[in-house]
């Protein structure tokens, strides 16, 4: 490339002229407060260049892979108005004179561009052009570009002032990729320290589930071994109370009789209770309509004047295969349970209907489900409800709420038994003072099973 030969029609030297100063020290004084690249450029053509003789600037940024650059601030006749560029080019690193400098990290000064083959003309044609690399590291940045229509308008004075302005730039832009790198670290660490909350969150919860699986599965065990030797030593009681019942006459002898035959009958209960919760009940499944369930104990209730229940069935809720005097018995225990609730008395309402369910849906699942088509039985109050620490709890044998006499504590804790025996499993959602809703899962039989059954029946 030629030296300029001619004067330079430009700057006084920088370090001699008031306004070069200036310039650079509003520069130094500003940079601290630019936010990003891009104001840094639009800064630098107008607010640098453009405050020091220079008619035109362009400025230029290089991509990552370091083979193209861009026009992405200028001043003077590229630049008619704001931010906007008329024609940004792209332009190859080795093309042209700009690509040159790109490529060569060389500044550049052409006298006469009439006899440079290298000179792409944008959008008026200049005779003189300055060019100087930014370079931040070994890596070339941006060049910063100015074309006057003069020939030789730019010396070894222009020259000191852009090269002056590139490193000012280019630290600038260092500090800005720093900042950037550190707020991408700031951001991964608050997403690894939330990641870290969730998981420690979760193991606590899986701890706390594994805890009381453990605890329900050796009470169990021992509920179930207990149950079973007594509910042996029941029958031969009740047996032998049968037996003695035929020979007695009326009277007396009899009603003694009849009252430790009453106590039997109300301890075998309890023992199948207990036995449920601990499932190690032998359970009778047998393909059934949970609807046509539903509607029996529900008369049964309206029989014994029981509380108001309204129905919503679903049409076409799917048949399962169930232990259908359990799940009377469970049913008859949260429509009881609903009743204990609303000591005012009020509506209760018993739902069936269909349901898939994913992992990870959140159902207040007492027990993990798998996932997979279930059909919902759920009994809804609008009672007292359960305050968040006795959810905990309510599952437990033997917790109660009730009265001494009132209520044994087994009731919700067979249904879960019952339940997990059965394939599915409860949940429960309720709001202190507002009411509660229990629901079961059962396994939803494959419609073609289904018809297939139906049609050998
Ligand atoms: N629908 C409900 N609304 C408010 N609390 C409830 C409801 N269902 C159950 N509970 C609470 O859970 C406890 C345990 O219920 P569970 O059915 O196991 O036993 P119980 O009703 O106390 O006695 P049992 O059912 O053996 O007669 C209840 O004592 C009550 O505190
Ligand atoms: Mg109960």
Redesign the pocket.
């Known amino acids: 490339m030629p030296e300029s030969a001619l004067e330079s029609v430009g700057l006084p030297p920088a370090s001699e002229d008031k306004t070069t100063l200036k310039t650079f020290n509003s520069f130094a004084i500003d940079l601290i407060s630019i936010p990003n690249a891009e104001d840094l450029f639009w800064y630098v053509a107008r607010n640098v260049v453009g405050r020091l003789n220079f008619v035109d600037c362009v400025i230029y940024q290089a991509d990552d892979a370091q083979t193209t650059l861009t026009q992405v601030a200028a001043l003077g006749g590229k630049n008619p108005f704001g931010r906007s560029i008329i024609n940004p080019l792209k332009i190859p690193f080795g093309q042209g004179i700009t690509g040159q400098v790109a490529q060569t990290r060389q500044a550049i000064i052409v006298d006469d561009l009439s006899l440079d083959e290298n000179y792409i003309e944008d959008t008026q044609r200049a005779r003189s052009e300055i060019c100087v690399p930014v370079m931040c590291e070994d890596r070339i940045v941006g060049v910063i570009d100015s074309e006057h229509t003069d020939v030789a308008a730019f010396g070894a004075d222009e020259l000191e002032v852009l090269t002056t302005i590139a490193a000012m730039t280019c630290a600038k832009l260092k500090l800005l990729a720093e900042e950037d790198r550190s707020n991408r670290r700031y951001h991964d660490l608050v997403a690894a320290h939330a990641q870290l909350s969730r998981e420690t969150t979760n193991r606590k919860a899986l701890e706390a589930e594994l805890f009381n699986a453990r605890k329900l599965e050796t009470v169990g065990r021992l509920t179930g071994r207990f149950a079973h030797e007594f509910n042996n030593l029941l029958t031969v009681m009740s047996g032998n109370l049968d037996l003695l019942q035929e020979d007695i006459a009326d009277g007396p002898q009899r009603e003694a009789l009849q009252d430790a035959q009453t106590a039997a009958t109300k301890g075998a209960t309890l023992i199948q ?1 207990m036995l449920t919760f601990s499932q190690r009940t032998r359970l009778t499944p047998t393909r059934q309509n949970l609807n046509s369930i539903v509607k029996d104990v529900v008369e049964q209730n309206v029989a014994a004047n029981g509380p108001v229940i309204e129905l919503s069935l679903g049409q076409d809720v799917g048949k399962i295969d169930v232990d259908r005097k359990i799940l009377e018995t469970v049913l008859q ?2 429509i ?3 009743r ?2 609303m000591p005012q008395g009020g509506e209760i309402r018993v739902e069936t209907d269909n349901i898939t369910h994913a992992l990870g849906d959140e159902r207040s699942l007492v027990t993990p489900l798998v996932s997979g088509p279930y059909v919902r039985l759920s ?1 809804l ?1 609008f ?4 305050a968040p620490h ?1 959810l905990q ?5 033997f ?4 009265p001494a006499g ?10 879960l038994g019952f339940m997990q025996q059965s394939g599915g499993t409860v949940a ?1 959602q ?1 709001v202190a003072g507002t ?2 809703t ?1 629901e079961l899962y059962f396994p939803a039989i494959p419609s073609h099973e289904n018809d297939l059954l139906t049609i050998g029946r």
């Open positions: 209770s225990h949260l009881a349970n609903a204990d609730a009994v109050d009672g007292n409800g359960i006795e709890q309510i599952f437990d044998p917790y109660t709420t009730k009132a209520g044994t504590g087994l009731g919700l804790s067979m249904t429960v309720s009411g509660s229990l």
